[in-house]
T-cell receptor, first 117, second 113 residues
Framework: AQSVTQLGSHVSVSEGALVLLRCNYS??????LFWYVQYPNQGLQLLLK??????LVKGINGFEAEFKKSETSFHLTKPSAHMSDAAEYFC???????????????FGQGTILTVHP | EPEVTQTPSHQVTQMGQEVILRCVPI?????FYWYRQILGQKVEFLVS????????KSEIFDDQFSVERPDGSNFTLKIRSTKLEDSAMYFC???????????FGQGTRLTVV
């Protein structure tokens, strides 16, 4: 079974400050890891993903995340927050599809990011 | 850019009624999913569909729920007899193959009264 824990249901930063959203996962097999963003009244949009290879992955809108196997973490960062980054962010884990797995996503509980002027 | 389309965006139904939520996945995608998000809670997996059959389902996906891909393009979720606790945002997602990211639709907000 897989699980995801996002530390902090709400994070508040000032515009221009560093954004750090924490995600820890549990998986019995090598995971695929994702960050999705949900703006108010909209669907889920993929920010970035880790499957294999380079552990630091870059996504859209200046976000990046680093896969740390030893810490079972996949924290999301952005050097300088912008007002438009205000949204809810979901970390998700999937095992590799194939065999008995069909690549379903298990989501964390979400972190609401507020950006103050 | 191709996208997953869901209709309607909002549906209100009376308890006990049947509802059908519709999704048009991206055309060359092979894996299809339904997820739901109860207000204030996490996004939860309901069911996956591959090769014209259910490949995996969660414990939420009981006999009240069914999925269908009737014509090779639409992917529907039917709730046979809705309950108040079925009120949620329902997301459809698709992916081209297993080892890629899923693309999500905008969601259908279902309100059961």
């Amino acid at each position: 079974a897989q699980s995801v824990t996002q530390l902090g249901s709400h994070v508040s930063v000032s515009e221009g400050a560093l954004v750090l959203l924490r995600c820890n996962y549990s998986s019995s097999v090598p995971p695929y890891l994702f960050w999705y963003v949900q703006y108010p009244n909209q669907g889920l949009q993929l920010l970035l993903k880790y499957t294999t290879g380079a552990t630091l992955v870059k996504g859209i809108n200046g976000f990046e995340a680093e896969f740390k196997k030893s810490e079972t973490s996949f924290h999301l960062t952005k050097p300088s927050a912008h007002m438009s980054d205000a949204a809810e962010y979901f970390c998700a884990v999937s095992d590799q599809a194939g065999g008995t797995s069909y690549g379903k996503l298990t989501f964390g509980q979400g972190t609401i990011l507020t950006v103050h002027p | 850019e191709p996208e997953v389309t869901q209709t309607p965006s909002h549906q209100v139904t009376q308890m006990g009624q049947e509802v059908i939520l519709r999704c048009v996945p991206i055309s060359n995608h092979l894996y299809f999913y339904w997820y739901r998000q109860i207000l204030g809670q996490k996004v939860e997996f309901l069911v996956s569909f591959y090769n014209n059959e259910i490949s995996e389902k969660s414990e939420i996906f009981d006999d009240q729920f069914s999925v269908e891909r009737p014509d090779g393009s639409n992917f529907t979720l039917k709730i046979r007899s809705t309950k108040l606790e079925d009120s949620a945002m329902y997301f459809c997602a698709s992916k081209i193959e297993g080892n890629t990211e899923a693309f999500f639709g905008q969601g259908t907000r279902l309100t059961v009264v």
